[in-house]
């Protein structure tokens, strides 16, 4: 029997502008090793979201909105394995593969 565990090797935030107008799209990538195979790693996706609440009383006053920004799991890409030698070399082809995820390869 082989029981695997997955350490979290490294954290990463990526921000990406789909128009240079717009907001960007802020993602959280966790990427984890296998401690049994190690170049096996397991990545996981959030996507932060951010809401506005306008008080109805306040609408007039600018500074009157309350921000929440929150992290949720991304079910478009959520978890998923791949391989590579490097750390480096993993979060290459994580990056490639949200780019391509989002429509945005060229």
């Known amino acids: 029997m082989a029981v695997h565990q997955f350490e979290l ?7 990406i502008s789909p128009r ?5 799209l802020k993602f959280r990538i966790e990427i984890f ?3 049994l195979d190690t170049i ?7 996507r932060y ?4 609440l306008y008080p109805i009383e306040m609408f007039a006053r600018q500074d009157a909105t309350v921000c929440v920004e929150f992290a ?3 079910t478009f890409l ?14 290459k082809v994580v990056i490639e593969k949200l780019i391509k995820q989002l429509g945005l390869s060229g």
């Open 20 to 24: 240079a107008d717009g907001d960007p």
């Open 33 to 35: 090793r296998d401690t």
């Open 49 to 52: 979201d951010q809401f506005r």
């Open 72 to 74: 949720t799991t991304d």
């Open 78 to 91: 959520d978890s998923w394995e791949t391989t590579g030698n490097t750390i480096g070399e993993v979060k």
């Open 9 to 15: 090797e490294q954290t990463i935030e990526v921000d």
């Open 40 to 46: 096996k790693y397991r990545i996981r996706f959030f």
